[in-house]
């Protein structure tokens, strides 16, 4: 395992991939838009990826934080928790485009549905984001308080 751990890396992408994709989409649904709702169809499979991604690493970052307090590990499981039911309700966002696309019911008002449950999506994880920062900012996850020696 590496001394600096990829989560702090990686968590900044699926969160800038979700709210990408809710605004295109919003944005192509206001325009009728076959191009901008396209990208925000691409743009969710992006962050269906770096989503999964992130909830890996976040595993192993978790192991390189023990043996920890019990107030840390509180927070760290209720961060875990939320990032796991917001990438699982991230795919199932996927599942539900890509049924809507092959019934030919995205362009029908369940696209303004779908549209309110990728806002969804981005509030969840904005607060995976936050309780993540709480993690760093109030609990000092991660971060080694020793500075070295000068040489």
Known sequence: MSEVPFHPQLV?????????????????????SKKWIQFGGIILLIAIISAFAALQSGESSEEMLKPMTESLHEAVEEHEELASSTFFFILLLGIIRGWLHLKGLFNSWLRWGYIVLTGTAVIMILRVGYLGGKLVYLHGAGVNRTLPESK
């Open 12 to 32: 900044h992408f699926p969160i800038a991939f979700i709210v990408l994709s809710f605004i295109f989409d919003f944005i192509g649904a206001l325009r009728n």
